[in-house]
């Protein structure tokens, strides 16, 4: 319960730091990615500021053993630069990009009842649904192909 407690109240200051920002205004967000037009710099404050929240937590995670809330830390164990990496990060700046909204600001904006955000938010959770549904397809060896029409008795051919 106690973990549960912190992990709400750290969203509700999660979410309080994006609108203080600025990070749910799409037209903000907007002008500070359009580079070559009417650029704003403001949110690269905010970036800078969150890399600076972020440092010490983080060195200081490393040095512990055990979290206070928890059994242990969620530390990425993947550190490979893979297609599904790049892919997914080029599907999340374009969405971006053409959006102005990021899943974090998303949340966020949910509580407006804002029509394009609900729409946004909707679209979001199905993109998570079918990225969870393919990881399961894959970790089971992927799609059924039908009765298997090769000879039982025959051998497999090696796998390269």
Not at 51 to 59: K, R, S, W
Not at 77 to 100: A, M, N, Q, R, Y
Request: with cysteine; proline share 7%; aromatic share 10%.
């Amino acid at each position: 319960m106690r973990s549960f407690v912190f992990a709400f109240l750290s969203g509700i200051l999660f979410g309080a730091g994006l609108v203080v920002s600025g990070m749910t205004d799409t037209s903000k967000v907007l002008a500070f990615l359009d580079v070559t037009g009417d650029f704003n710099p403001a949110l690269a404050l905010v970036m800078v500021g969150a890399i600076g929240v972020f440092l010490p937590g983080y060195f200081l995670s490393r040095r512990l053993k055990k979290p206070l809330l928890t059994q242990e830390f969620s530390h990425p164990e993947k550190t490979l630069v893979d297609t599904p990496l790049i892919l997914g990060s080029s599907l999340f700046g374009v969405g971006w990009g053409l959006s102005g909204v990021c899943p974090g600001p998303a949340v966020v904006n949910v509580a407006s009842l804002n029509s394009g955000f609900l729409g946004f938010f909707v679209a979001m959770l199905a993109g998570m649904a079918l990225v969870a549904l393919a990881r399961g397809i894959s970790a089971r060896g992927g799609l059924p192909t039908g009765p298997s029409t090769r000879n039982q008795h025959e051998p497999a051919l090696p796998e390269s």
